[in-house]
C-alpha cells in the first residue's frame, strides 16, 4: 500500500521530535525549531512543499540512507528538500534544527520575477549537509527571532524571502530532460507582466490580459496559470501586495493614496489584504520598517 503525503511539519509531529516553537511568518513561509533525542528513523513521502534545514547543535550522528554517500551532518550544515522529493533519515544521535517550509507557488513566482523563467523549466535541487555561510547565517538569524512578537515575525518574513531568492540564484537547475509544453511563450509572460504592473493601480481584467495576447479568456487564464504557478487573480494581488510594501517602505504617502496606486478600493480593503498575507496592518509593516532601519 502506497504511504500517504504528509508534510515535512506533520511527519515529525507524528514522530519523537520535540517542537520548541514555531512561526508563521506570513506569505505561506511557516518556521520550526525541533529538537531530537531519540533514537529514530524517519521517511519524507513526496510532500507538497519545499523544505530548507539548518543544524543548529549535533548532527553528527544523523545518517540520510537513501543517500549513504553523503557526509554526515553537523552544525553549520543545511538540507535541501524539494516537494515531491523522498528521503530517508536515520537518527542515531542528539539534533536542534531549523526548519523553513514555503510553498511551490512562493517560489515558482520567483522563477519569474527574479529570472524571467518558466517555473517548470527550474527545479530545486535537493541538496544533503550543503555549507553555504551565507545561507547559514540568514538562518540562525531567523532562529534567534521570537515570532511570536510582530518585530520577530516580520524580520522573519523579511529574512525568509532574502533565503527564498538565495536559494533561487544558488540551488536550482534548468530541467533539460523535461519538455515544456502548453503555457505562455517568454514573450507573452513578458508581455502580460509588463501590462500587469504598467495597470496595477487600475482596473485589469482577465479579458483584458487576454486581448493583449490575441487569446481567448479560457485559453488564456490556463496557459497563463500553467506558466505562473497560480492564477491571473492570485498574481495581479500578490503584485499589488508587493507594490504596497514598497511604498511603505520607501514613502510617506498616506495610506489611502497607496492603497490607489497599488490597486485596492480603500485604505480598509489594503488592510484586509494586507493583514491576510501578513499577518499585520500595513500602519504596523510602516512603523517596522522604519524602526529597523538603520539611524
Not at 549535533?58 to 537513501?66: M, N, T
Not at 527550474?122 to 551565507?134: C, F, I, S, V
Not at 496559470?225 to 503584485?239: E, L
Amino acid at each position: 500500500m502506497t504511504t500517504p503525503a504528509l508534510p515535512v511539519y506533520e511527519t515529525l509531529t507524528q514522530s519523537h521530535a520535540e517542537l520548541e516553537r514555531r512561526g508563521v511568518l506570513g506569505d505561506g513561509l511557516t518556521a520550526a525549531l525541533w529538537l531530537r533525542t531519540q533514537l529514530e528513523d524517519t521517511f519524507y513521502n513526496r510532500p507538497e512543499h519545499h523544505t530548507l534545514s539548518l543544524y543548529l547543535e549535533g548532527g553528527f550522528e544523523i545518517v540520510r540512507r537513501d543517500r549513504p554517500q553523503c557526509q554526515r551532518g553537523a552544525p553549520g550544515k543545511l538540507c535541501v528538500l524539494p516537494a515531491e522529493h523522498e528521503s530517508d533519515w536515520q537518527v542515531k544521535g542528539p539534533i536542534r534544527f531549523l526548519h523553513l517550509y514555503f510553498p511551490t507557488e512562493q517560489f515558482d513566482a520567483l522563477a519569474v520575477t527574479l529570472l524571467d523563467r518558466e517555473p517548470r523549466e527550474m527545479q530545486l535541487l535537493d541538496r544533503t549537509y550543503m555549507e553555504d555561510p551565507m545561507l547559514a547565517a540568514l538562518c540562525r538569524r531567523l532562529a534567534a527571532l521570537d515570532w511570536d512578537c510582530l518585530d520577530g515575525r516580520l524580520t522573519g518574513n523579511a529574512l525568509s524571502h532574502e533565503v527564498l531568492a538565495h536559494l533561487m540564484l544558488t540551488n536550482t537547475a534548468r530541467r533539460h530532460a523535461v519538455a515544456v509544453k502548453g503555457g505562455l511563450a517568454p514573450w507573452q509572460r513578458r508581455r502580460v507582466r509588463e501590462l500587469i504592473e504598467a495597470r496595477l493601480d487600475g482596473e485589469l481584467t482577465v479579458g483584458e490580459l487576454a486581448a493583449e495576447l490575441a487569446l481567448s479568456e479560457y485559453h488564456f487564464a490556463r496557459m497563463f496559470r500553467t506558466s505562473f504557478g497560480q492564477a491571473p487573480h492570485g498574481w495581479i494581488m500578490q503584485r499589488r501586495l508587493a507594490r504596497a510594501q514598497s511604498l511603505l517602505q520607501t514613502s510617506a504617502l498616506p495610506l489611502v493614496d497607496i492603497a490607489a496606486a497599488s490597486g485596492f478600493a480603500s485604505a480598509s480593503h489594503l488592510g484586509n489584504r494586507f493583514r491576510a498575507a501578513l499577518g499585520v496592518t500595513p500602519g504596523d509593516y510602516r512603523r517596522w520598517h522604519r524602526g529597523s532601519q538603520p539611524s
